[in-house]
């Protein structure tokens, strides 16, 4: 593998359930991020990892709980979601939170 | 804040024609840096090209390059010779210090044979 790898691309969970998204990135980067991309809006950016330490946190409901065991995975936890929480999550990943943010190809997100 | 406009929602374009996609900007720093990334259908976002905000030439990379007008806050990329594989959702982003990317609501560009 390389580059930067989400599984799964495609996930349907209604309300009540739980589940995680995986992001692994084989850049030998240090800074990791996720993002939301909804249809006719900007890119939202959600959480950034630095050295596995979250540096940042975009005001983003708890329903969503970010994980970050090492520099090289992300996960994203995810329960009681709302249908308005459907969109593509995508991963990134850069060197020293630097500009070249390498891309997933996503998790197409269904909320039923 | 930084803001990031991306004024015109989908572009067209006969294949080997050339296209220029426009973004202009807000931001109160001096010293940024820009991109323009590019997503296919198959959703894998890629950076196309950057430029720094200090550098007056305007950055290329082969058949992409860009029309960087500081005082303006413009920012438009040109595409030369424009292929199948160039359609796509094209951002415009910004950045500065350290700071995270602010994007734009892209362009949707089609190539039509």
């Known amino acids: 593998e390389t580059g930067v790898t989400q599984t799964p691309r495609h996930l349907v969970m209604g309300m009540t359930n739980k589940k995680s998204l995986k992001c692994e990135q084989h850049l030998g980067h240090n800074a990791m991020y996720w993002y939301k991309q909804s249809a006719k809006k900007p890119l939202e950016l959600m959480f950034v990892y630095n050295f596995k330490e979250q540096t940042e946190n975009n005001s983003v409901p708890s329903r969503f709980s970010p994980e970050c065991p090492n520099s090289s995975h992300l996960f994203l936890h995810l329960h009681t979601l709302q249908p308005e929480d459907s969109a593509l999550y995508l991963c990134a990943s850069s060197q020293d939170r630097a500009y070249e943010q390498y891309f997933g190809p996503g998790t197409r997100l269904t909320v039923t | 804040a930084q803001t990031v406009t991306q004024s015109q929602p989908e572009m067209s374009v006969q294949e080997a024609e050339t296209v220029t996609l426009s973004c202009t900007y807000d931001t109160s720093e001096s010293d940024y840096y820009l991109f323009w990334y590019k997503q296919p259908p198959s959703r894998q976002m890629i950076l196309v090209i950057r430029?720094?905000?200090?550098?007056?030439q305007n950055a290329t990379e082969n058949r992409f390059s860009v029309n960087f007008q500081k005082a303006a806050k413009s920012f438009s990329l040109k595409i030369s010779d424009s292929q199948l594989g160039d359609a796509a959702m094209y951002f415009c982003?910004?950045?500065?210090?350290?700071?995270?990317?602010?994007f734009g609501t892209g362009t949707r560009l089609t190539i039509i044979p």
């Open positions: 430029q720094e905000a200090y550098k007056q």
């Open positions: 982003a910004i950045a500065f210090g350290n700071e995270k990317l602010t």
